[in-house]
Every structure is written in structure tokens, then in C-alpha cells.
């Protein structure tokens, strides 16, 4: 039943993608990013006091800090799901695991001073392999979209992604700290609706739209809606391999965004780009487990 939750979230937050790209010809991402943020405060709210869990915190500061690596992130996917096709954009954001690997391995070379007593670590190999086998990905599946000029966006992309690894991090500790999931994601909801607020000071706001901005609601309801989906897979996993194929359906929601960008946008990827989108997803799921292996027990990432 897990997995079906999973795939349920990874609907619904690539839906949501949808929702962010049509919203994107009426809204710039600043505002998306503030009401996404208020209509996720109301959502929360609610969910938080229906299951009776109080909004106040003992750890302001690192809740300060997820929302500020998580709104960045967010904002540069909007900005990417606005400027690419929606598979593209969705690909990139979902290269957060790649990210954590490498994050991995860095800390790992960092750490590790070579003798006889302290060997090389385990998994440095098959993690590096993985690490570049991401990043290859990610130049096959941006060279077509280098082609069209779309070079800055792909990198705005890129970073969504790597902030996200960083906001993922935080999420644990976190999470290891007993903060409840409504809790962590309500902080989240009221940094996007502070910082997308604060940034429409730079941005301007664009001129109401009517009836189009009904664009807006979906975006906070199925952004709340999928995170509900994925806590509840994870808290339905009961053993370690359960949770690993929870983790990894998650990249189904890469086949949702690309059968609506073929079919809702017509968004023509070239065999090079799907090649890459596998290479991603691929590495993404050697990268999950074998961090999985290295750290038992640790919480997914959130989305």
C-alpha cells in the first residue's frame, strides 16, 4: 500500500507542475512561490490542529534555515518549470539525491586522512560513479535546451535542485529532533509566503488576471496533498526495503511530468533528453540506496 501512496504523491506534485506552468502566464514566480506559501499556511494549520500538534518551536533558527534553502529552492523550480518543459524542470529538481551523494562524498574525502589504520571508505567508488553518471545526464537532457537558449533556465534548474539536497538535510535533523512533519512544513509554508511577499517588492506583481488566477488554489491543495501522500508511504513502510522502494517511486513522478508535457504542451524532447532523464533518474536510485546502506534509518527526502 506504501507504494501506492508514493505514486499517488509523485501525481500529485507533477500536477501541480502543470498548475505552476499555466499559472507562470499570469503570475511571475515571486507570487507564485508567496500564494503557494499563504494557501499552504491555511492547509497546515488545519491539519495541525486536527491532529493536535502545536505550532510552536523550541528551534526557530533551524526552522529559519529550512525555509530559507527550501523557498530558494522552490522559487527556482517555478522560475525553471516557466521557462523549460515541465519534464525537464522536474528532472532537475529531482537531482537532490545526486546532490546528497555528492554532499557525501565530499564530507567523506574531507574526513578521511589516509593510513594504514584508517582504509578508504566503503562505497567511495560506486558513489562517485554515480555522481558522474547524474551530471552527464544532466548535459545530455540540457543540450537541447542549450540549443534553444535556454541555458540560464537550465541552470536555475540545476540549482532548485541543489537547494533542495540542502533543505532535505535540514528536514532530517529536523526530523531527528522529534519536530513534527506539520510543524516543519507549516514554518516552510509561512518562509515562502514571507520571502515570496518580500521579493515582489524587486519583482512588481503582474496585473490580476480574473478568472485565471483559480490557477493559484490548486497549486497550495495538491502541493499539500502530495506531502500528505508521502508521509503517509513512509510511515506505511515498515523495514528498510520498504522505504527504499518508497524512495524510488518517487522518480515516477519524472514519467507524469513528461507524458504531460508531451500531451498537454506538446513539448517535443529529443531522444538525447529522455537518455539523460534515465541517466538521472538511474543515478538517483543507485544513489538512494547505497546511502541507504550507508545510513540506516534516515528519513527521505521531502519534495
Not at 499552504?40 to 528551534?59: D, E, F, N
Not at 537532490?96 to 564530507?107: E, R, Y
Not at 508521509?231 to 524512495?247: E, H, M, P
Request: net charge positive; with cysteine.
Amino acid at each position: 500500500m506504501q507504494a501506492l501512496w508514493m505514486v499517488l504523491a509523485a501525481f500529485l506534485f507533477a500536477s501541480m507542475g502543470v498548475c505552476v506552468k499555466i499559472a507562470s502566464d499570469f503570475f511571475n514566480s515571486a507570487e507564485l512561490v508567496c500564494y503557494r506559501g499563504l494557501i499552504g499556511m491555511a492547509i497546515l494549520w488545519l491539519l495541525a490542529r486536527s491532529q493536535k500538534v502545536t505550532l510552536a518551536t523550541q528551534y526557530p533558527g533551524m526552522h529559519a534555515w529550512r525555509s530559507l534553502v527550501g523557498v530558494t529552492s522552490l522559487g527556482a523550480w517555478f522560475f525553471a518549470i516557466a521557462h523549460l518543459p515541465l519534464a525537464t524542470a522536474m528532472t532537475l529538481n529531482y537531482m537532490s539525491s545526486v546532490w546528497i551523494a555528492a554532499f557525501l562524498i565530499g564530507g567523506t574525502l574531507l574526513a578521511w586522512r589516509p593510513s594504514p589504520a584508517t582504509p578508504r571508505p566503503a562505497l567511495q567508488g560506486p558513489l562517485v560513479l554515480t555522481v558522474l553518471v547524474g551530471f552527464i545526464g544532466v548535459v545530455l537532457m540540457l543540450r537541447p535546451s542549450l540549443d534553444q537558449n535556454q541555458a540560464f533556465a537550465g541552470l536555475i534548474g540545476l540549482m532548485s535542485g541543489l537547494t533542495a539536497a540542502f533543505a532535505y538535510m535540514q528536514v532530517v535533523a529536523l526530523s531527528r529532533i522529534g519536530e513534527p512533519e506539520s510543524r516543519t512544513v507549516f514554518y516552510f509554508a509561512v518562509g515562502s509566503a514571507v520571502a515570496g511577499g518580500g521579493a515582489l517588492l524587486f519583482t512588481g506583481t503582474s496585473p490580476w488576471p480574473g478568472w485565471q488566477a483559480l490557477w493559484l488554489l490548486p497549486i497550495g491543495i495538491l502541493a499539500a496533498a502530495g506531502q500528505l501522500c508521502m508521509t503517509k508511504a513512509y510511515a506505511s513502510a515498515k523495514t528498510q526495503r520498504g522505504t527504499l522502494v518508497v524512495a524510488n517511486l518517487q522518480y515516477s513522478g519524472i514519467v507524469f511530468a513528461g507524458l504531460y508535457s508531451v500531451l498537454l504542451f506538446g513539448d517535443k524532447i529529443p531522444p538525447i533528453g529522455w537518455i539523460g532523464m534515465a541517466l538521472i533518474v538511474g543515478s538517483g536510485i543507485v544513489a538512494t540506496i547505497l546511502r541507504a546502506r550507508a545510513a540506516p534509518g534516515a528519513p527521505a527526502e521531502e519534495h
